[in-house]
């Protein structure tokens, strides 16, 4: 089935035409994105059960954008009328003098405006909506009780669920878009005791459907409690430089991290990235390609058919065979560095600035057997479970998390678990390292992304099993 476009967005949609028109009559150009979002997260753990509308995303409204000469100006709302039509504007021409007062100005062309007319969805299997708040709560709480039944020396477990249905209307002079999409994911977390320490594995799944991944759930509570078992009797490793395997789950990580945000060309602007004056230089290993687009072979959470500037969603080479090729970008940071759009202009909500930011990002798949790869291991490690991490575009610097990982020596698996591990170093340092890229990929979207602590979006990433030396500590 597909989702179904919103009453709402249909009702809005002549006031957002005649809105449109009112700006055109004093501007070169102009757009008016108008937004639906339903937005709900559900918990079952020891701290009881919670269920709750998710008022970071979950908003309805609209933002007009005007093209002011030399660059733009915008104003968000949730009230539209054919009277609050001449305040909209006087705001507008309020925001653009204060700007030129106050603010150095960027020069900046004016959006290219392609004549463009589709209506998207999505599909789904079972609309969370349908299913209803009671049956999904009982769905987590049953995972929650055969955990207790699986280990019955558990802390807690806990047991997660949240989906997000946005529907989305773009308006401009030669462009009327409109797409409805849903997306679910699910999470399972164990806790557990070994003397004074507490140690906790989880397990996450994601997917562009509905509430048809709650039956994924289930499957996935024994890998998590095995972990927790490995986790409980790890020990702590002796910081250093090891030669490393990496799931497909530590390798999304890194891609997301090493080279995420270092290629999202708002910073190119400001000059904050040290990858603007690598494009075109060897930046990787040879054996790596990435990639990153809303439209790339695989769909997941961080998957549209625009982006909140009325870009088509595309698929972004970004290293081709270890050369760093190009990066991401919105619609302003593209005029200002006289590129091209690449369909990345994503708003945490309405009412939110957009700003260029990761969607599906991944490495591409290499010809090597994973088993092949472990064997060739001397004396390394086996990382698994990334938790966290974090970049410095600036300085190529990046710092992750991983919950665990397995010792390998003579290139057999030992037994010996260690934990927590530290992962960080000098990105190409890292990415030049990779000397083996399996041919199996995963891909993952559990998690969110913020732009400096703030402007949350969902994004995905993934890739194959790589093998490469990495400082840990």
């Given at each position: 089935?597909?989702?179904?476009?919103?009453?709402?967005?249909?009702?809005?949609?002549?006031?957002?035409?005649?809105?449109l028109?009112?700006?055109?009559?004093?501007?070169?150009?102009?757009?008016?994105?108008?937004?639906?979002?339903?937005?709900?997260?559900?918990?079952?753990?020891?701290?009881?059960i919670?269920?709750?509308?998710?008022?970071?995303?979950?908003k309805?409204?609209?933002?007009v954008?005007?093209?002011?000469?030399?660059?733009?100006?915008?104003?968000?709302?949730?009230?539209?009328?054919?009277?609050?039509?001449?305040?909209?504007?006087?705001?507008?021409?309020?925001?653009?003098?204060k700007a030129?007062?106050?603010?150095?100005?960027?020069?900046?062309?004016v959006?290219?405006?392609?004549?463009?007319?589709?209506?998207?969805s999505?599909?789904?299997?079972?609309?969370?909506?349908?299913?209803?708040?009671?049956?999904?709560?009982?769905?987590?709480?049953?995972?929650?009780?055969?955990?207790?039944?699986?280990?019955?020396?558990?802390i807690?477990?806990?047991?997660?669920?949240?989906?997000?249905?946005?529907?989305?209307?773009?308006?401009?002079?030669?462009?009327?878009?409109?797409?409805?999409?849903?997306?679910?994911?699910?999470?399972?977390s164990?806790?557990?005791?070994?003397?004074?320490?507490?140690?906790?594995?989880?397990?996450s799944?994601?997917?562009l459907?509905?509430?048809?991944?709650?039956?994924?759930?289930?499957?996935?509570?024994?890998?998590?409690i095995?972990?927790?078992?490995?986790?409980?009797?790890?020990?702590?490793?002796?910081?250093?430089?090891?030669?490393?395997?990496?799931?497909?789950?530590?390798?999304?990580?890194?891609?997301?991290?090493?080279?995420?945000?270092?290629?999202?060309?708002?910073?190119f602007?400001?000059?904050?990235?040290?990858?603007?004056?690598?494009?075109?230089?060897?930046?990787?290993?040879?054996?790596?390609?990435?990639?990153d687009?809303?439209?790339?072979?695989?769909?997941?959470?961080?998957?549209y058919?625009?982006?909140?500037e009325?870009?088509?969603?595309?698929?972004?080479?970004?290293?081709?065979?270890?050369?760093?090729?190009?990066?991401?970008?919105?619609?302003?940071?593209?005029?200002?560095?006289?590129?091209?759009?690449?369909?990345?202009?994503?708003?945490?909500?309405?009412?939110?600035?957009a700003?260029t930011?990761?969607?599906?990002?991944?490495?591409?798949?290499?010809?090597?057997?994973?088993?092949?790869?472990?064997?060739?291991v001397?004396?390394?490690?086996?990382?698994?479970?990334?938790t966290?991490?974090?970049?410095?575009?600036?300085?190529?610097?990046?710092?992750?998390?991983?919950?665990?990982?397995?010792?390998?020596?003579?290139?057999?698996?030992?037994?010996?678990?260690?934990?927590?591990?530290?992962?960080?170093?000098?990105?190409?340092?890292?990415?030049?390292?990779?000397?083996?890229?399996?041919?199996?990929?995963?891909?993952?979207?559990?998690?969110?992304?913020?732009?400096?602590?703030?402007?949350?979006?969902?994004?995905?990433?993934?890739g194959?099993?790589?093998?490469a030396?990495?400082?840990?500590?």
């Open positions: 089935m597909q989702v179904k476009s919103s009453a709402y967005l249909a009702s809005l949609k002549p006031l957002c035409r005649k809105l028109d009112a700006c055109l009559g004093e501007y070169a150009y102009a757009s008016v994105l108008a937004a639906d979002v339903d937005a709900k997260d559900y918990s079952v753990s020891r701290a009881g919670t269920l709750s509308e998710n008022n970071r995303f979950g309805r409204g609209f933002v954008r005007v093209y002011a000469g030399e660059g733009y100006a915008e104003y968000s709302g949730n009230e539209l009328s054919e009277e609050k039509i001449p305040e909209i504007l006087a705001e507008l021409s309020r925001s653009i003098r030129a007062e106050h603010f150095e100005r960027y020069q900046t062309a959006s290219a405006d392609e004549p463009l007319q589709f209506t998207k999505t599909e789904y299997a079972v609309d969370p909506h349908e299913l209803g708040d009671e049956a999904i709560l009982d769905r987590l709480s049953a995972v929650r009780k055969s955990a207790f039944e699986k280990k019955a020396d558990l807690d477990c806990s047991v997660r669920c949240s989906y997000q249905c946005y529907h989305k209307l773009f308006l401009s002079p030669h462009r009327d878009l409109e797409q409805n999409v849903l997306w679910t994911t699910a999470a399972l164990v806790t557990a005791r070994r003397g004074e320490e507490v140690k906790d594995a989880y397990e799944i994601s997917m459907g509905g509430a048809e991944l709650l039956d994924e759930l289930p499957s996935h509570l024994d890998k998590a095995a972990t927790l078992e490995d986790v409980l009797r790890s020990e702590a490793l002796v910081p250093g430089t090891y030669e490393c395997v990496c799931t497909p789950e530590v390798t999304g990580m890194i891609v997301h991290e090493a080279f995420g945000h270092g290629v999202e060309m708002d910073m602007v400001k000059d904050r990235a040290l990858a603007k004056s690598h494009v075109g230089k060897p930046v990787a290993s040879p054996l790596v390609t990435m990639h687009g809303a439209a790339t072979g695989y769909e997941d959470v961080a998957t058919f625009f982006d909140d009325g870009n088509t969603a595309q698929d972004t080479l970004i290293i081709d065979r270890g050369i760093l090729v190009g990066g991401i970008c919105d619609e302003v940071s593209a005029a200002r560095l006289g590129a091209k759009p690449t369909g990345n202009g994503r708003r945490e909500a309405i009412d939110h600035k700003y930011r990761m969607t599906n990002t991944y490495f591409l798949e290499g010809n090597d057997k994973v088993e092949d790869m472990i064997a060739s001397k004396d390394g490690l086996l990382l698994e479970q990334p966290s991490g974090m970049e410095d575009p600036k300085n190529w610097g990046i710092q992750c998390m991983v919950s665990f990982a397995r010792e390998i020596k003579d290139g057999k698996l030992t037994g010996r678990i260690f934990s927590p591990i530290v992962l960080s170093g000098y990105v190409p340092d890292l990415l030049k390292s990779i000397s083996m890229i399996s041919g199996t990929v995963e891909h993952a979207g559990g998690g969110f992304c913020g732009k400096g602590w703030k402007e949350w979006v969902k994004v995905s990433d993934g194959p099993w790589i093998k030396r990495i400082r840990l500590g």
